[in-house]
């Protein structure tokens, strides 16, 4: 039997990793691609509005999947999903991104073809979109085998974007040599240890925590991207040792776990007494590694560093002594074998639901959403987070067992979470999508609405409209006229945009909310809820708050 051709092989190899859908936007150098994708059994086709959008998509699939894969066309498109895959970066996520190029036979000549600069300069585009990527492959029919499993291996080992470009010509001809029959990710063993590192990492971490009296664990992100989530469960259930969380890492394990503490968060921690509690601990232990960003830890520079473990995706650091290549995945199943017991939580825990607000007739604002759409919450869930106000009230909300969440705060792109939640409803596979993004952020990104319908998913959406960027009133002041945004009739977007039989509302008051809410458990059916929420909500830091986090006054020593 004939090899098969580069295309068909990269996109059959990729979706042996588990990966059933590929988000991208057609272009006529991508075209061999996009075919190799119409005519593989194993992944189908996501047709999104834009570049970005895709991008977008792909990242929020492979925060539930495990990775992604997004494709473009070369120069106009890979540049326009650049921004997503630069976020895919930050928050450490397999996305494999195919870009068809123009044809050796163009490249070899100069001729000046679209998508270029007119100079018959070719390959100016590869450094920009490479940055986004940990690796990078110009495949060839003789080096396209090889090259993949470089790619493939590296992408998983770093948990991060990877860049592969085919040309137009190349793209149609046969692989030379072995096909390589791939495994599922999660059969993947992603790194590996250096034995004495390990064991010297290992015996340093027990003996600091044999010796601690109230230590406390602070996991990330890191450990979903490399799919530890149970390991994390059975560490702390076995260890008993209290935990909290930073926004960035929100829900890595349920938040009703008797020793969940709640939001780690510096100086703006929920309940105010967890960051006391982290700070003042005898042993504070990072698994994963935090990330010290202004709005997830308010970089936490008062974590004391001879108190410190800090578990990274591939070494350890136990103050000035760093133990280098040491798999996370290896670290935990050591500390797990032979970690002490502790006494659990040392506090009571925070109040398990918000107080309910509001009569009926009352207008909606954040006091009377957010303890409502707690309580429509059950397990299987998974709640999206855009970047702005939402997050103040989202990350220290407790949520109910076996609801997750995803947001973006380090990169921190309004727009992201629209898209994104197409992503993580297709890979969503236990319960619903519940979206909540304010009306800037979703401005930017609502074209994606339409692609929902179109592939027929039911997330619930909620569009918290206040008229205005309410979260640049935050870090500013009021009044500047760049805040100011299009005056959308939100909830007419899913019939406008093709959504079929979508539940769509405005809803203003206490007693439209509710109906609302009632008519979504009741229909099952894609929900898409304009909230309309009073601009004064938007009232801006207190000046010492702006100073800390942005540094831009004169200090006062």
Excluded at 178 to 187: E, M, S
Aim: net charge negative.
């Amino acid at each position: 039997m004939a090899n098969p051709s580069i295309v068909a092989y990269v996109v059959q190899r990729l979706s042996e990793l588990g990966i059933d859908r590929v988000f991208g936007v057609p272009g006529d150098y991508a075209f061999p691609i996009d075919d190799a994708i119409e005519a593989c059994p194993s992944v189908a086709w996501v047709g999104c509005a834009n570049e970005l959008n895709a991008a977008y998509a792909a990242d929020g699939y492979a925060r539930r999947n495990g990775a992604a894969i997004l494709t473009t066309t070369y120069g106009v498109g890979e540049l326009s999903a650049l921004n997503g895959v630069m976020g895919s970066k930050a928050h450490r996520l397999p996305v494999f991104h195919l870009v068809g190029q123009p044809s050796r036979r163009i490249t070899y000549q100069h001729l000046v073809t679209h998508h270029t600069l007119g100079d018959g300069v070719y390959g100016n585009f590869e450094a920009l979109s490479a940055a986004a990527a940990c690796v990078q492959a110009n495949l060839t029919p003789d080096n396209a085998i090889d090259e993949l499993e470089r790619v493939i291996r590296e992408a998983l080992r770093q948990s991060a974007p990877a860049y592969i470009v085919i040309p137009m010509d190349f793209a149609l001809m046969p692989v030379v040599g072995t096909p390589v029959k791939g495994k599922p990710l999660a059969q993947i063993k992603r790194q590996s240890s250096a034995p004495e590192e390990l064991a010297a990492a290992a015996n340093a971490i027990i003996a600091r925590l044999k010796a601690a009296k109230n230590p406390v664990l602070l996991p990330s992100a890191m450990l979903a991207r490399y799919g530890l989530q149970a390991k994390l469960a059975a560490f702390i259930d076995k260890a008993k040792i209290p935990f909290a969380t930073t926004p960035n890492d929100k829900s890595i394990i349920s938040e009703a776990h008797p020793n969940f503490l709640g939001l780690y968060n510096g100086v703006s921690s929920m309940p105010a007494s967890v960051k006391k509690t982290v700070e003042d601990a005898d042993l504070i232990l990072e698994l994963g590694g935090l990330v010290r960003a202004d709005s997830n830890t308010m970089w936490s520079d008062v974590l004391p560093p001879d108190r410190l473990i800090s578990l990274y995706d591939h070494w350890v650091q136990i103050g000035t002594a760093i133990f280098s290549y040491v798999a996370l995945e290896d670290i935990l199943d050591a500390l797990i074998a032979q970690t002490p017991v502790f006494n659990g939580r040392g506090q009571a825990p925070a109040p398990a639901l918000l107080p309910m607000t509001g009569n009926t007739t009352d207008p909606t604002n954040s006091a009377v959403f957010y303890p409502r759409l707690q309580r429509m919450l059950k397990k299987g869930d998974v709640v999206v987070i855009e970047t702005g106000t939402c997050m103040m009230h989202l990350n220290p909300m407790l949520l109910p067992d076996g609801v997750g969440s995803e947001s973006q705060t380090l990169w921190g792109s309004i727009g992201w979470a629209t898209p994104a939640a197409l992503g993580i409803a297709m890979a969503n596979r236990t319960g619903r999508t519940i979206l909540v993004t304010g009306d800037g952020s979703h401005q930017l990104t609502m074209n994606e609405i339409g692609v929902m319908g179109r592939y027929g998913i039911k997330p619930i959406i909620f569009v918290l409209n206040n008229r205005l960027y309410g979260i640049e009133d935050v870090v500013s002041e009021r009044g500047h006229v760049y805040d100011d945004i299009a005056p959308v009739e939100y909830h007419l977007l899913p019939q406008a945009m093709g959504c079929k039989d979508w539940l769509s509302r405005r809803v203003a008051t206490v007693g439209e909310l509710d109906d609302a809410l009632a008519a979504i458990e009741a229909s099952g059916s894609a929900a898409y809820i304009e909230v309309m929420i009073p601009e004064s909500e938007s009232q801006p830091m207190p000046q010492a708050m702006l100073d800390y986090v942005y540094k831009t006054g004169t200090p006062k020593v």
